[in-house]
């Protein structure tokens, strides 16, 4: 346990260094003016006391109002066409009106859940405040069982959506492990080094041997990004407390959300601090004792979905399929680099050693004590 969570203990609101919030920052008073006008706020104190960062990603700004705290987000421009705008403001929308950890979105004066301004897209919800994720068991389990539910309500809001329309923006991993691959591979900042060109080869091939793998798994809405650093946690209980970040969102499989957090709360991949930016050296194994807590608490919570083999199977195909592209991904925000890819390529072999021990743990586990599919 806690393996690869070093860092002291962050309460966001008072020590946000290493945070993601501190990338950038909404600074340009008219600017800031004028969206918080279109959402009914007219004054507010900016949190200031927080420094100011700059990145390529997006802004963010903590306002302080008469009626608390809220947090501006300028969305990334990879997430902000109508459509996926649209469809994330919805989801965010159904499942902060049933779980109170989903911050909620506040509506401008026409009632849309976001504003255009410039050539940007802002969304303002609620603040929560809360602790970060360092391996505690308590964290792992509540981070489970609130993927869980929202893996439970995303079903209603399927139905929801899809009676005034069809739903879209789909997610592919397979697609998106590629495109992470070639972007990588283009980079031009990185020379045509052996080592480049080894590393590369490995990931393609792998991703390759994987791509009719997958069987297709339960479909329904997904958050798409269900890591460490888009949750908070309260400080003295472990449980969730805040569930952040619905820029990924889509349709897809729930098995991808599993996948990812197993990857990623299981210290199967190690990052900077409580940031989402990835460290090296990369982590060559998912923790096997964490990966069975996650399972457990996750599949004991989830309605629909059964625990048996092809579950586990899936759940590690996806693993299989992630991985590759996450690798790329760290290399091109220079995360890390190819040396690095290649003296951990055997997170490979060790995640099948993973599968297998998973359905000989989980599986078995449940048959001794007689129950059967469901733990
Ligand atoms: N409504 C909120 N209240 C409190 N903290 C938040 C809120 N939304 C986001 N955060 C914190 O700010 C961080 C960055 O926001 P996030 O939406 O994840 O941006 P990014 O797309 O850069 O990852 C999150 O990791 C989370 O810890
Ligand atoms: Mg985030």
């Given at each position: 346990?806690?393996?690869?969570?070093?860092?002291?203990?962050?309460?966001?609101?008072?020590?946000?260094?290493?945070s993601?919030?501190l990338?950038n920052?909404?600074?340009?008073?008219?600017?800031?003016?004028?969206?918080?006008?279109?959402f009914?706020?007219?004054?507010?104190?900016?949190?200031?006391?927080?420094?100011?960062h700059?990145?390529?990603?997006?802004?963010?700004?903590?306002?302080?109002?008469?009626?608390?705290?809220?947090?501006?987000k300028?969305?990334?421009?990879y997430s902000?066409?109508?459509?996926k705008?649209?469809f994330?403001?919805?989801?965010?929308?159904?499942?902060?009106?049933?779980?109170?950890?989903?911050?909620?979105?506040?509506?401008?004066?026409?009632?849309?859940?976001?504003?255009?301004?410039g050539n940007?897209?802002?969304?303002?919800?609620?603040?929560?405040?809360g602790?970060?994720?360092m391996?505690?068991e308590?964290?792992l389990?509540?981070?489970?069982?609130?993927?869980?539910?929202?893996?439970?309500?995303?079903?209603?809001?399927?139905?929801?959506v899809?009676s005034?329309?069809?739903?879209?923006n789909?997610?592919?991993s397979?697609?998106?492990?590629r495109?992470?691959?070639?972007?990588?591979?283009?980079?031009?900042?990185?020379?045509?080094?052996?080592?480049?060109?080894?590393?590369?080869?490995?990931?393609?091939?792998?991703?390759?041997?994987?791509?009719?793998?997958?069987?297709?798994?339960?479909?329904?809405?997904i958050?798409?990004?269900?890591i460490?650093?888009?949750?908070?946690?309260s400080?003295?209980?472990?449980?969730v407390?805040?569930?952040?970040?619905?820029d990924?969102?889509g349709?897809?499989?729930?098995?991808?959300?599993?996948?990812?957090?197993l990857?990623?709360?299981?210290?199967?991949l190690?990052?900077k601090?409580?940031?989402?930016?990835?460290?090296a050296?990369?982590?060559?194994k998912?923790?096997?004792?964490?990966?069975?807590?996650?399972?457990?608490?996750?599949?004991?919570?989830a309605?629909?979905?059964?625990?048996?083999?092809?579950?586990?199977?899936?759940?590690?195909d996806?693993?299989?399929?992630?991985?590759p592209?996450?690798?790329?991904l760290?290399?091109?925000?220079?995360?890390?680099?190819?040396?690095?890819?290649l003296?951990a390529?055997d997170?490979?072999?060790?995640?099948e050693?993973?599968?297998?021990?998973?359905?000989?743990?989980?599986?078995?586990?449940?048959?001794?004590?007689g129950?059967?599919?469901?733990?």
């Amino acid at each position: 346990m806690n393996r690869h969570y070093k860092t002291p203990k962050r309460i966001y609101g008072s020590d946000l260094n290493d945070s993601d919030l501190l990338l950038n920052y909404v600074e340009d008073k008219e600017t800031l003016d004028n969206i918080l006008a279109s959402f009914g706020i007219y004054s507010y104190k900016k949190i200031s006391k927080y420094p100011v960062h700059y990145s390529a990603t997006c802004k963010k700004a903590i306002v302080g109002t008469k009626d608390g705290l809220y947090f501006l987000k300028e969305k990334a421009k990879y997430s902000d066409d109508d459509r996926k705008v649209d469809f994330c403001a919805k989801y965010q929308d159904y499942l902060s009106n049933r779980l109170r950890q989903v911050p909620t979105l506040l509506k401008t004066g026409d009632g849309n859940p976001y504003v255009r301004y410039g050539n940007r897209v802002y969304i303002l919800s609620s603040y929560i405040s809360g602790s970060c994720f360092m391996g505690k068991e308590r964290q792992l389990e509540s981070a489970a069982y609130h993927l869980a539910k929202i893996h439970n309500l995303s079903f209603g809001f399927i139905k929801a959506v899809n009676s005034v329309g069809k739903a879209t923006n789909k997610i592919n991993s397979v697609a998106s492990s590629r495109r992470f691959i070639q972007l990588a591979d283009n980079l031009t900042s990185t020379s045509k080094s052996k080592i480049k060109q080894l590393a590369i080869s490995n990931l393609d091939t792998h991703l390759r041997s994987m791509e009719d793998r997958p069987q297709p798994g339960v479909s329904t809405a997904i958050h798409g990004d269900y890591i460490p650093s888009n949750l908070l946690f309260s400080p003295a209980s472990g449980e969730v407390v805040g569930i952040f970040d619905f820029d990924n969102c889509g349709i897809g499989y729930i098995e991808k959300d599993v996948a990812e957090s197993l990857m990623s709360f299981c210290s199967g991949l190690n990052y900077k601090g409580s940031s989402s930016n990835l460290a090296a050296p990369i982590s060559r194994k998912i923790d096997n004792a964490q990966a069975l807590s996650f399972l457990s608490s996750y599949c004991r919570n989830a309605e629909f979905v059964t625990l048996d083999k092809n579950f586990i199977d899936r759940v590690i195909d996806e693993i299989m399929v992630q991985w590759p592209g996450i690798m790329c991904l760290g290399i091109v925000r220079g995360d890390f680099g190819y040396l690095d890819i290649l003296s951990a390529l055997d997170f490979i072999s060790n995640t099948e050693t993973l599968r297998s021990s998973l359905k000989k743990n989980l599986l078995q586990g449940i048959n001794k004590v007689g129950k059967n599919v469901r733990l």
